[in-house]
Every structure is written in C-alpha cells, then in structure tokens.
C-alpha cells in the first residue's frame, strides 16, 4: 500500500526558514516523481513543483522558484521541500503528492504558520 | 499559466440529486483534466483522470466528461459522503493547475 507520511505542524517566524519532509513507503521511490501542493487557508491548491527522486530531477512553479527547494533522500526514500524568506504568505498547508495518472496518492499535508 | 475557472463556487443539492460540475481552460488541453474531492479534514482523493477515467475503488456514481476547454464531473444519486469540495486540474502544461473548486453542500 502506497503511504505518504508528512511531518508535524510548524510554526516559523516571519524571515526563517522551514523544511518539511513526506516519507514514502510501499512503492518504489525512486520510480516516481514526487510533487507539492499549497493550500492556503479557506483556499484552493496551488501546484509548487516536482522531483524525480531516480536522479533528483525538478521543476518549479515559476512562482515558487526561489520560495521553495526540494530534495530527495533516496536511502530513507524521503522528500523534503524547504521554503525560505518566510511571510505570511506562506501559511498554509503543505501536500506531498505522487503521481499516477494524476496525483492519485497524497500525504495528510503539514501546517505551516508564519507568526511573530 | 492555463487558467482553470470553476465557476460555481458552492452549490447545494438534495440526497439522491444527480449534481454537474463544470471547469472551463483558458486554453484547450486536449483532455488532460482530472478531478479531485477534497473532504473537510484535508484528505484529497483523486476520482477521475484524463476526463473521463474513472480512478481504482471511486464509485461508478462519478463520472466526467469534456473536451477542448470545457469539462464536467457529474455525481449521479448524491449520497452524504460525497459533501466535500472538488477540484479539477489540468495537465496540459506545467504548471499545472487547479480550478478554484466547487464547494458541494447537502439542501
């Protein structure tokens, strides 16, 4: 069974730095592009970009290039996206998502909210 | 960016009603259009993809359609669990995109 497991809420201050992981299990890691989605509060989803964690592959959203990094760790078949220059702009809930044929399998998404 | 307009944003129906949902492309995207449902406490379960493919294990009450710009899921006989908001998502182009969604309620 493929699972999707994300880490825990985060609250950050406004200018720091977050990174949140989605740990994938029951598939092959490495086969399968890994994305992320954005969900502000009350709001729709919001496509951030992808890895191909087989060789580290990405692409980005334009709007989100410079905003968010991802990253896979193919030993723990863990991906990671780490969003940086925090505002509250950047609250929201965070998806990792797996594509097949659409993005058919998706973590529980982490919390993230900017606040002083 | 392709633009994916939901125009309805909510929309109320009784149980047992049979439901459309329409999602309009700026551009055509040759039917790469999938559809989400997205319950209240966050889950996202994806229903139909590539128009009109119904996803493994989604009840065949689900049902999409559409070409060129203009796409529609349709729920035939409401039932309670189908309460939720849906998305579609294009992926014509990157990035891909999403409709704003449609926020379904029960009458």
């Known amino acids: 069974e493929v699972q999707l497991q994300q880490s825990g809420t985060v609250l950050a201050r406004p200018g720091a730095s977050v990174k949140m992981s989605c740990k994938a299990s029951?598939?092959?890691?490495?086969?399968?592009?890994m994305h992320w989605v954005k969900q502000r509060p009350g709001q729709g989803l919001e496509w951030i970009g992808t890895?191909?964690?087989?060789?580290?592959?990405?692409s980005y959203n334009q709007k989100f290039k410079g905003k968010a990094k991802l990253t896979a760790v193919t030993s723990t078949s863990t991906a990671y996206m780490e969003l940086s220059s925090l505002t509250n702009e950047d609250s929201a809930v965070y998806y990792c998502?797996?594509?097949?044929?659409?993005?058919?399998?998706w973590g529980q998404g982490t919390l993230v909210t900017v606040s002083t | 960016d392709i633009q994916m307009t939901q125009t309805t944003s909510s929309l109320s129906a009784s149980l047992g009603d049979r439901v459309t949902i329409s999602c309009s492309a700026s551009q055509g995207i040759s039917n790469y259009l999938n559809w989400y449902q997205q319950k209240q406490d966050g889950t996202v379960k994806l229903l139909i993809y590539?128009?009109?493919s119904v996803q493994l294990g989604v009840p065949s009450r689900f049902s999409g359609s559409g070409s060129g710009t203009d796409y529609s899921l349709t729920i035939s006989n409401l039932e309670p669990e189908d309460i939720a908001t849906y998305y579609c998502q294009q992926y014509s182009k990157l990035p891909w995109t999403f409709g704003g969604g449609t926020k379904l309620e029960i009458k």
């Open positions: 998502t797996r594509e097949k044929r659409g993005f058919a399998y």
């Open positions: 890895i191909y964690p087989g060789n580290s592959d990405t």
């Open positions: 590539y128009t009109s």
């Open positions: 029951g598939y092959t890691f490495t086969s399968y592009w």
